[in-house]
């Protein structure tokens, strides 16, 4: 059984930074793709990035791609999100998503989510 526990969301202004942290129970969190991903009220859960389990590889969507940035310690079990330039269109409730794969489609255990609130 895997248990993802978010961390590091709050309230910032726009411009400002936050850094999200996803700690993993898995004893196996090495092996494991890793992804953050948001929903904001009343939109679906929207991807944003991912890494792969050595850490050696990272994918972004576009909208993101020059602010944010994924990275891991696999010694603590740990993905962070580094988000920089933050803007109120990025409120949202921020989840982490492991895979027990760097190659299949789709993610296999979700954490409970934290908030991040930008105001303007």
């Known amino acids: 059984q895997v248990q993802l526990v978010e961390s590091g969301g709050g309230l910032v202004q726009a411009g400002g930074s936050l850094r999200l942290s996803c700690a993993a129970s898995?004893?196996?969190?090495?092996?494991?793709?890793m992804g953050w991903f948001r929903q904001a009220p009343g939109k679906e859960r929207e991807y944003l990035a991912a890494i792969s389990s050595g850490g050696d590889r990272t994918s972004y969507i576009d909208s993101v791609k020059d602010r944010f940035t994924i990275s891991r310690d696999n010694a603590k079990n740990t993905v962070y999100l580094q988000m920089n330039s933050l803007k109120p269109e990025d409120t949202a409730v921020y989840y982490c998503?492991?895979?027990?794969?760097?190659?299949?489609?789709?993610?296999?255990?979700w954490g409970q989510g934290t908030q991040v609130t930008v105001s303007s």
């Open positions: 998503a492991a895979s027990d794969s760097d190659w299949k489609a789709g993610y296999d255990y």
């Open positions: 898995a004893r196996a969190f090495s092996t494991y793709r």
